[in-house]
């Protein structure tokens, strides 16, 4: 380093607030500081400067009704089809030669796909689906990698009013089984494999042993060819495949079936303290409107742009800002297959240069990785199309953020740290990135429109510099409307805690997104992490229950507490806690049985980073696993207080076991 970098970092180091880059507020798509107050002035009237980003067959008479809260509706009796969005109204303006997707594969090649190409695509999959019998309201799951028929897929089952499932192709066939049989969907869309690290994986045979659990009948299962020769496991038996089904239905016409805007466009399932995934329900309209309003003021999108989420379209993140809210704002979408190591770890950065990517959204746990891999590789690159940075997905620490800021951004860049989860279907909680100062660590201010506190377990509001509960007290177009066919559990899981669940006075309904956070004196929002049994891996949600009972089903074992230990690059890590059976060996062999049945029941994400072999569990005077403290055992901090312990003796032979390894 020179002298001029290590003053650079010293001053970095040193600095808390960051004001946005005059070269970008130029040109922002939000600059006044004035929308605040506007929202708030105009709620909910607000929101229809979201539902003007779209177009709608039929407009809507009302913006919002509460009458039935907490089941909301938007944009009541609005008529419009999220395909046609994302597409035709683009090739309409005549942007048809555009490019909407521009898709890298891992080993190199690359697919482009204009607005017109999109829509030939989407078209004839789409008069495939509803050849396989697929009609408006089945549900359709996608279990896909980071490919284009991905989105094409999405797309087609949005243009004939058939909601998708995306399963994330990292999940194991068991996962895709739990999550097909709870929707009770029929039809299945997957692929032969996808490239890792230069390896080509097998994800069909996968998908078959999922299809062997699913408890209603398959009707129709499309593969896509994505390996060629490479593949281990073809299409077999009744299985379509997905390129011969498009071209048997080439330059099919398609016309897109305006849903109600309160129509189901997807469910996507999420983990909760429960060991069954939640089927979280989003709209068309209000859902659609909601991506788009902050992909524009938040990512400041235009259609211009050549954007990239380096997220997978298999969550949340990929499915408002790499596909929807991307594509309703007509811009380029940027598609990756693979992992940021392969074949070198700059391969993020060469992808940057080559694509002139203009704004870059990813997550903490990776630019943790970039920072630890050193500047070294970013450096290699002309990254100076970039003029907007954002991260998603757990906490960023200020060092990563400054990192980010200065390696990635040349502090030319401003960042969004965007706070939301699965259920609220976009960002709630970040900076305007052409109106706000910044402070690395805090996410910042609630967007406009959004009624964001701070509240102790009582539901009054905490002092500034207070920790306290995140709370929501006002609905917002995006949030998930109910859990898929389980009402009970979505005003249990997320209105009970805070609100007057028998109360019919909309006021009374507050949302509880279970995360802990802190005010500051400006309003900002510090948020602290998950307060349920639920962790977070590389921005990934994990049920610690899901794991738990995936470790209590192997043989030898008794039983199981799941937690989350801090680890440098994923932010979290799991870690289990075991006690074997009188006859078992807390072994190496037992230990990689509990790995490998957790990897079968949910995947690779959720492998312990260690299994502790313990004879007795820290409980308190009445049974309760003390989670705390194997949460500090496993992050290696101080532990908190003993005393309430009923055999406080078991801690230091935990602490000792951990040691050993
Ligand atoms: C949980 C939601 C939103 C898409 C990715 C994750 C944590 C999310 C942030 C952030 C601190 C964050 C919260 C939240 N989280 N973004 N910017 N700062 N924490 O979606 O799987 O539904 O998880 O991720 O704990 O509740 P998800």
Redesign the pocket.
């Known amino acids: 380093m020179t002298d001029d970098d290590t003053e650079l970092e010293a001053r970095l180091e040193e600095q808390e607030a960051f004001e946005p880059p005059e070269s970008f507020v130029e040109q922002a798509n939000v600059t006044d500081e004035g929308i605040y107050e506007a929202f708030a002035e105009n709620w909910p009237g607000c929101w229809e400067r979201a539902a003007d980003l779209l177009e709608w067959d039929e407009s809507y008479d009302e913006v919002l009704d509460e009458s039935e809260a907490p089941f909301y509706e938007w944009f009541v009796d609005g008529k419009l089809n999220a395909s046609h969005n994302c597409i035709d109204r683009h090739v309409e303006a005549g942007r048809g030669d555009e490019v909407a997707i521009e898709w890298v594969g891992e080993p190199g090649e690359t697919r482009t796909y204009t607005y017109d190409g999109l829509r030939e695509e989407v078209e004839a999959f789409a008069a495939g689906l509803r050849d396989l019998g697929v009609e408006a309201d089945d549900v359709v799951t996608l279990y896909l990698p980071m490919i284009p028929e991905l989105p094409i897929a999405m797309l087609a089952c949005a243009r004939i009013g058939a909601p998708h499932s995306a399963v994330f192709a990292g999940f194991s066939a068991d996962a895709l089984a739990t999550r097909m049989t709870s929707a009770d969907s029929e039809y299945l869309v997957t692929c032969d494999g996808y490239y890792r690290r230069g390896e080509a994986l097998d994800h069909l045979a996968k998908a078959n042993e999922g299809l062997e659990s699913v408890d209603h009948g398959v009707s129709e299962v499309v593969v896509v060819d994505r390996l060629g020769a490479d593949a281990d496991t073809t299409a077999g038996g009744d299985q379509r495949d997905f390129g011969e089904l498009v071209d048997e239905h080439a330059g099919a016409s398609v016309e897109p079936v305006p849903r109600d805007a309160e129509d189901m466009l997807f469910l996507m399932y999420?983990s909760g303290t429960t060991g069954q995934p939640k089927g979280v329900k989003h709209t068309t309209g209000g859902y659609l409107a909601y991506a788009a309003w902050t992909s524009r003021a938040v990512l400041d999108i235009e259609a211009e742009d050549t954007y990239w989420c380096a997220a997978d379209i298999g969550?949340?993140?990929g499915h408002s800002y790499i596909v929807y809210g991307p594509l309703a704002l007509g811009t380029t979408t940027l598609l990756y297959e693979g992992t940021p190591d392969h074949p070198e770890r700059d391969r993020m950065w060469e992808i940057v240069a080559d694509n002139e990517v203009d704004i870059f959204y990813t997550a903490p746990t990776a630019i943790r990785a970039f920072m630890k891999w050193g500047e070294e590789y970013p450096e290699r690159h002309d990254l100076s199309s970039l003029r907007l940075l954002g991260?998603?997905?757990?906490?960023i620490n200020p060092r990563a953020w400054k990192w980010y800021y200065r390696h990635i951004g040349s502090e030319e860049c401003p960042i969004v740290?965007?706070?939301?989860?699965?259920?609220t279907g976009g960002m709630m909680i970040t900076t305007l990135p052409g109106v706000n100062t910044m402070k690395p660590g805090s996410?910042g201010p609630p967007l406009p429109g959004i009624d964001a506190r701070v509240v102790d377990v009582g539901g009054t509001e905490v002092e500034a510099g207070r920790a306290g509960y995140l709370t929501i007290d006002r609905p917002w177009p995006g949030m998930l409307r109910t859990l898929y066919r389980n009402d009970d559990r979505f005003v249990s899981e997320y209105w009970a805690e805070y609100s007057d669940t028998g109360s019919d006075d909309p006021d009374d309904w507050i949302y509880f997104?279970?995360?802990g956070a802190k005010l500051d004196e400006d309003g900002y929002i510090t948020?602290l992490?998950?307060v349920d049994d639920v962790i977070?891996v590389a921005?990934?949600?994990l049920g610690t229950m899901e794991i738990e009972s995936a470790i209590v089903g192997t043989e030898g074992v008794a039983e199981a507490a799941v937690v989350g230990g801090d680890h440098e690059v994923k932010g979290e890590a799991v870690f289990a806690y075991v006690i074997t059976e009188e006859a078992a060996d807390g072994d190496e062999a037992l230990r990689e049985e509990i790995v490998a049945n957790v990897e079968d029941a949910i995947g690779p994400i959720a492998r312990p980073e260690e299994v502790v072999f313990t004879p007795e569990l820290p409980k308190t005077r009445s049974g309760k696993i003390m989670r705390r403290l194997l949460e500090d055992i496993a992050s290696g901090e101080e532990l908190g207080d003993t005393s309430t312990l009923r055999n406080p003796e078991v801690v230091e032979k935990i602490q000792g076991s951990v040691g050993e390894r």
């Open positions: 999420t969550w949340i993140t991260t998603v997905g757990e906490p740290d965007t706070w939301w989860q699965t259920e996410a997104p279970e995360d948020i992490g998950r977070n921005g990934h949600r």
